[in-house]
C-alpha cells in the first residue's frame, strides 16, 4: 500500500474530527428546533380548539336553533388549519359537517398534510384522528363538536416552509464549518510539517555525506526542539566519526609501526652481530610481539563488540561479579601501595550488561585507574541506586583528565599527553571499548573531575524488565 504524505494525514486527521463535531451539532439542533416547533404546534392546536369551542357557543340562538351560517364559516375557517369540523345537537343528529359541506377540500387538505408530513418523516402514515368535545352555550343548550385532527404531526405550509429555512440554514453553516475545518486543518498540518520538512532535507544531506551544522529554524513544539537537538547531535557525531574514520587508518598503521620497528632494527641487529643474543633481548623482543597480539585482540574486541553484542543483556547479582574483578587487582594495587575498595547498594540486584560484559568494562576501567594513579594513591568502585536507574562509578586519586578531554578520551586512539601516553602501555582502545559495551546495553558514560582530584569514569543504565 501506498504511504500516505503526513501532511495530507494531518489536515485529515484535523478537518474530520472538527467536521463530524459541526455536523453532530448541526443534527442536534435541527432535533432542538423540531421538538420545540412541535411543542409550539401543540399549544396553537389546543388554542385553537379552546377558540372553536368559544366561538360555537355563541352560535346558539335562545329559540333553539343553530346558525348554521356561521357554523360553515367557522368549519371552513378550521379546514384551513387542517381541522375537520363537526357539529351534532343534543340528540346526536348533524348540524354542520366540513366532509358533507365540501369533501374535494377536506381530501386535498388530506394530501397536502400527508405531503408535508412525508418530507418530514419519510417513515411515517398520516391519519384522522376524531376528538369528541361537549358543548354548552349560556341557555343550557347542550351539543357536541367533533374533531378531525391530522395526526401525527400536523405541518402547514408556512410551517413546512419554516422548517426548511431552518434546515438551510442549518446546512449552510455545516457546510461552512467544513470548508473552515478543511482550511484550519491544510494550515495547521503545513505549520506542524515545517520544521519535519527541514530536518527531512537534513537528513538528506547527512546520508549524502554533508555532516556540516543544519540550519534549522526554531519551532513552538518542545518535542520537535527535541528531535531537531538531536539532528545537530547527531550532525556533529557523524563529524566526528568521519574524521576517526578519515584518520583510522594512518593511527591503525602508526599503531603497528612502532613495535614492528623494534622488532625489525633489534633482529637486523642480531643478525648481524651488532648485538648479541640475551634473555633480557629475547624478553624485549617477547614484550614487543606481546604488544602486537595485545593491539590485535583489542581491536577485534572492539570489532566484535560493535557488531556481535552478547545476547544475553542482564548480569544477575552485579555486586558479586564486580567483588571477583576487584579481587583479580587486589596484589597488584597493593604492591603500589594503591588502596582499591569497592562498596555495592544492596538493593541493586541486576544490572542491564552482560555479566562477560561488566566484567570487560571493569577490567579496562581498573587497569587504567591502577596505571594513572600514583603509589599510596586509592581506587574506589561505587554501584548505587537511584529514582531513575543504577550508577557505576570509578574513582581514582590519579592526575585526572583535563575538562578539554573528558569527552575525547573515548575515541580509538585518543590519549591524553602525559597522563596517558604510548609509554605508560595503554593501547588506545580501551575506553572506546567500554563506551561501546555500556551504550549497547542502553547505558550512558562519562568522564569527570573526581573528589579524589583524580578521574571518575560514571556509567548510569536505566532499569529493565527481569526476562
Request: charged residues 25%; proline residues 4%; negative net charge.
Amino acid at each position: 500500500m501506498k504511504p500516505t504524505r503526513l501532511s495530507t494525514a494531518l489536515a485529515i486527521l484535523f478537518s474530520v474530527p472538527f467536521a463530524l463535531a459541526v455536523g453532530i451539532l448541526a443534527l442536534v439542533l435541527r432535533f432542538s428546533i423540531e421538538t420545540s416547533f412541535q411543542s409550539y404546534l401543540d399549544n396553537t392546536q389546543a388554542a385553537t380548539h379552546g377558540r372553536i369551542m368559544g366561538i360555537l357557543n355563541s352560535l346558539h340562538s335562545p329559540d333553539g336553533l343553530w346558525n348554521t351560517q356561521e357554523v360553515a364559516a367557522l368549519g371552513r375557517e378550521a379546514l384551513l388549519e387542517g381541522l375537520v369540523l363537526a357539529l351534532k345537537d343534543g340528540e346526536g343528529k348533524p348540524v354542520w359537517d366540513a366532509r358533507t359541506d365540501d369533501p374535494e377540500t377536506v381530501a386535498q387538505v388530506f394530501a397536502t398534510l400527508e405531503r408535508n408530513l412525508k418530507s418530514r418523516i419519510p417513515w411515517e402514515t398520516g391519519r384522522w384522528e376524531t376528538w369528541e368535545h361537549p358543548v354548552e352555550d349560556r341557555h343550557g343548550a347542550e351539543a357536541t363538536m367533533v374533531l378531525e385532527i391530522f395526526q401525527p404531526r400536523r405541518l402547514g405550509p408556512s410551517d413546512l416552509a419554516f422548517l426548511e429555512g431552518m434546515d438551510f440554514l442549518l446546512a449552510a453553516a455545516a457546510l461552512a464549518g467544513l470548508v473552515l475545518s478543511s482550511v484550519l486543518g491544510y494550515w495547521t498540518a503545513r505549520w506542524l510539517v515545517q520544521p519535519l520538512k527541514q530536518l527531512q532535507n537534513v537528513s538528506y544531506r547527512l546520508a549524502a555525506g554533508d555532516y556540516s551544522p543544519p540550519d534549522l529554524t526554531s519551532t513552538a513544539f518542545t518535542e520537535i526542539e527535541e528531535l531537531e537537538t538531536t539532528f545537530r547531535q547527531l550532525a556533529e557525531r557523524l563529524a566526528h566519526l568521519q574524521a576517526l574514520r578519515d584518520t583510522a587508518g594512518a593511527d591503525t598503521a602508526h599503531e603497528l609501526r612502532t613495535p614492528l620497528a623494534n622488532l625489525e632494527a633489534q633482529l637486523e641487529a642480531l643478525e648481524d652481530g651488532v648485538l648479541e643474543p640475551s634473555t633480557q633481548r629475547f624478553a624485549t623482543l617477547g614484550k614487543e610481539i606481546r604488544r602486537l597480539k595485545d593491539l590485535v585482540q583489542a581491536w577485534e574486541d572492539l570489532e566484535r563488540a560493535r557488531f556481535q553484542p552478547s545476547p544475553s543483556r542482564l548480569t544477575r547479582d552485579p555486586g558479586l561479579v564486580i567483588a571477583r574483578v576487584v579481587d583479580t587487582f587486589r596484589t597488584r594495587t597493593q604492591t603500589l601501595g594503591q588502596i582499591l575498595t569497592f562498596q555495592a547498594d544492596s538493593e541493586v540486584l541486576t544490572l542491564p550488561l552482560a555479566e562477560a560484559d561488566l566484567v570487560r568494562v571493569l577490567v579496562n576501567l581498573v587497569e587504567n585507574a591502577h596505571r594513572h594513579t600514583p603509589k599510596n594513591g586509592s581506587i574506589e568502585i561505587l554501584l548505587t541506586k537511584n529514582s531513575k536507574g543504577t550508577e557505576l562509578t570509578v574513582d581514582d586519586s590519579g592526575q585526572g583528565i583535563p575538562a578539554g578531554h573528558r569527552d575525547a578520551v573515548f575515541d580509538r586512539f585518543y590519549r591524553v599527553e602525559a597522563s596517558r601516553s604510548r609509554n605508560s602501555g595503554g593501547l588506545g582502545l580501551g575506553l572506546n571499548l567500554v563506551k561501546i559495551l555500556v551504550e549497547s546495553s542502553g547505558g550512558t558514560i562519562e568522564a569527570l573531575e573526581s573528589p579524589k582530584q583524580g578521574c571518575r569514569i560514571r556509567m548510569h543504565f536505566l532499569y529493565k524488565e527481569e526476562s
